[in-house]
């Protein structure tokens, strides 16, 4: 069992950043494949960024890529979420999620093969 909960979110302007964090509970965090993912309202939730349980790999939605960085730290059970250049088409509810994984570069680019879920935090961006 891993428990989820995110922090970080906020109202910022264009052009701002933020850093989103997704602290886990449990021994086993570094042996899960973690990712975030974003809902707007009136909009399907939707990919964001995924990172491997190693770190090694990371996977970005063409939308973020080169703005957002996704990494962790397996010895703070914390997976971050740098956001900069921020626009406000960025303006949304963001999830992290997680997912056992047997293989240390697995990324997962799906909101089904996630198992765990946090409760979300809100980011708004000003134009």
């Known amino acids: 069992q891993v428990h989820l909960v995110e922090s970080g979110g906020g109202l910022v302007q264009a052009g701002g950043s933020l850093r989103l964090s997704c602290a886990a509970s449990?021994?086993?965090?570094?042996?899960?494949?973690m990712g975030w993912f974003r809902q707007a309202p009136g909009k399907e939730r939707e990919f964001v960024a995924a990172i491997s349980w190693s770190g090694g790999s990371t996977y970005y939605a063409d939308s973020v890529k080169g703005r957002f960085t996704i990494s962790r730290d397996n010895a703070k059970n914390t997976v971050y979420l740098q956001m900069n250049s921020l626009k406000p088409e960025d303006t949304a509810v963001y999830y992290c999620a997680a997912v056992s994984s047997l293989i240390s570069d697995y990324v997962e680019l799906y909101s089904a093969g996630y198992d765990y879920w946090g409760q979300g935090t809100q980011v708004t961006v000003s134009s």
């Open positions: 449990g021994r086993t965090f570094s042996s899960y494949a």
